[in-house]
């Protein structure tokens, strides 16, 4: 699976505390389903709960919040933008340990689209992740970084960094 993966990446790239503590961070999923239409194509669909466990974070809960909403908005935009989905799509549980950490679930409803083939007389499977958006992305380019030339993007503009 692509997704859970690629989640980790984005909350570690734009976490700078769980980029330094990788063993406070675990992206996993315990339950899902496999769903398929019974159609002509052997392709099916993963749906599934990812969840996220931040443990002893010492930072605001929006330092979490961010990337994850960024994530969502490349991978499972229908997150965002469905009023069905919006509401319990993404949900989060804390538990204050001390005046200073807490521990985070966040739990993430997703899908993944499987595409079988076959290649050469052996079954291949494809997944595919959701295209990224084009320069719609708005206010959301704050948290995007061109991979390239390490420049990050508002408005479809670069930002010139503070060493400029």
Known sequence: MLKPDLLRQMISQHVPWLRENPDNL??????GR????????AAFEYRYTLEV???????????????????ARLYQPDLLFNPDRQQNGITF???ILSNS??????????????IVIREDGEIVTRHRADPAPGPEIGAWS?????????????????IPSSSS
């Open 34 to 41: 496999m769903v398929s239409t019974g159609q002509r194509a």
């Open 26 to 31: 675990a992206v996993y999923l315990r339950k």
């Open 142 to 158: 704050l948290v995007f970084v061109d991979e390239v030339s390490g420049e990050t993007w508002q408005d479809n503009k670069p």
């Open 53 to 71: 466990l931040v443990m002893d974070y010492p930072d605001s809960l929006d330092t979490i919040s961010v990337p994850v909403l960024a994530w």
């Open 93 to 95: 549980e804390a538990d």
């Open 101 to 114: 950490t807490m521990d985070v679930l966040i739990q993430i409803q997703a899908d993944e689209a499987v």
